[in-house]
């Protein structure tokens, strides 16, 4: 994973996947435990894998047949010994997404997009943070000046 000199942590940026039944499902409890089976069985991870190429499991003791062989993408490294395994320790365990990420996300896009008619970058940064500022308030959260 990308790291900026040698002091610091590690980064992963964003990612994840998640199993989720839906509040109006006409039956919740087989949703469920279909979700508990495709991400913690080795049956269902090597199913998301070789059918959605996908299978990161919460199981801790199987991350996946095929993540257990060397890998053509990771130029013929171990998907889990080489590559996530030494990843994850370069993680800080003390960062955390703010409540509104993914909405902020969708601010500054659609912001962006906007250069084509003559918004700066600049100016859509200004705008976007006046917008989720607002998103934050909107959802009776505070907002304070870091302290430097």
Not at 10 to 19: H, I, R
Not at 51 to 56: A, N, S, T
Not at 61 to 87: C, H, L, M, T
């Amino acid at each position: 994973m990308p790291v900026w000199g040698k002091e610091g942590f590690g980064s992963s940026y964003q990612g994840g996947s998640t199993a989720a039944v839906l509040a109006n499902s006409p039956h919740p409890k087989e949703a469920l435990d279909f979700c508990v089976w495709m991400t913690t069985t080795k049956e269902g991870i090597d199913a998301l894998i070789e059918y959605c190429g996908i299978g990161w499991s919460p199981a801790r003791d199987f991350i996946g047949s095929a993540r257990e062989k060397p890998s053509k993408f990771f130029a013929g490294q171990n998907y889990n010994e080489e590559v996530f395994v030494p990843a994850a320790k370069e993680q800080n365990p003390d960062w955390s997404w703010w409540p509104v990420t993914q909405q902020s996300f969708n601010i500054l896009s659609d912001g962006f997009r906007k250069k084509g008619s003559g918004t700066t970058l600049v100016d859509s940064v200004a705008t976007a943070e006046k917008q989720i500022m607002a998103v934050f308030r909107g959802k009776g959260l505070s907002i304070r000046k870091a302290s430097a």
